[in-house]
């Protein structure tokens, strides 16, 4: 899969399947390929996948081990402007989500619709004792060591074999971000929709109610069954079909829009 050079990153990306593009974004600790193994060949029959590694993460490569939430949203802009996007639907997964929104509040006409999978943009407190396991200090190769060995494998080109400063970066961040105010949720005015398991431990009412009342185009699908990440398992199909129709009627209703709109 290709590489792009973008100013000191050396961004990797998985690109498959033609048409219209849809930009995929993935989690915490995670990688594109990991993260949407399963879900980008589903997409991929009607559209352009573009799924990157994100900087700190996978098979991007970057001098530089520190990275934020908003620092991926500003890559992933550039990302779409050296490919020539002037605008393009996203996908976010998790952390993925997070990004995804905080494009959409820098740059709504850059997003022309917005799919967030497993978090609705908020920070949620029973997130950091989760994360807290897998910090350097409580020796989690010992209690995890799986899960650690995945972390010095999966991103090895990322963190050069530092794969504490991937953990630690991610709970620095996950402790600061989103911090979405109401006028930065009012500026997401593309079509958006939350799509969650409805066992979802990091989706509360609370927050998908703060959703529906300051985004002006935001809708919500709640699978059955499913926990955080819907998209990977057996309802994987299914997911990918809620997206692929919510991109279609998005695209189908920007079509009549222009018909309709009146001539100069």
Request: net charge neutral; with cysteine.
């Amino acid at each position: 899969m290709p590489d792009l050079v973008l100013g000191d990153l050396e961004l990797h990306y998985e690109a498959c399947g033609q048409g219209e593009p849809v930009l995929l974004l993935h989690g915490s600790f995670s990688t594109a390929r990991h993260a949407f193994g399963v879900l980008m060949p589903l997409l991929a029959r009607n559209r352009l996948v573009l799924a990157p590694d994100f900087r700190g993460h996978g098979r991007t490569r970057c001098p530089s081990p520190a990275w934020d939430v908003p620092m991926l949203a500003r890559d992933m802009l550039d990302f779409l402007s050296a490919l020539g996007l002037a605008s393009c639907p996203v996908v976010g997964h998790s952390m993925g989500g997070d990004c995804a929104m905080i494009m959409a509040a820098l740059a709504p006409s850059r997003i022309a619709s917005l799919v967030s999978i497993g978090t609705a943009g908020s920070r949620n407190p029973g997130l950091m004792p989760y994360l807290e396991k897998f910090a350097p200090q409580s020796a989690p190769e010992k209690r995890f060591p799986r899960f650690i060995r995945a972390l010095k494998e999966r991103h090895a080109e990322a963190h050069g074999g530092n794969w504490q400063e991937l953990v630690r970066a991610t709970l620095q961040t996950c402790m600061r971000y989103p911090d979405f105010e109401d006028r930065d949720l009012a500026r997401m005015a593309m079509p958006f929709l939350l799509l969650h398991g409805e066992s979802d431990p990091f989706v509360s009412e609370g927050e998908v109610e703060r959703l529906a009342r300051l985004c002006p185009r935001f809708r919500r699908v709640r699978l059955a069954g499913q926990g955080h990440s819907p998209h990977q398992g057996a309802k994987a199909e299914e997911t990918a079909g809620i997206i692929l129709r919510f991109l279609a009627e998005q695209a189908e209703t920007g079509k009549l829009s222009a018909r309709s709109a009146p001539s100069a």
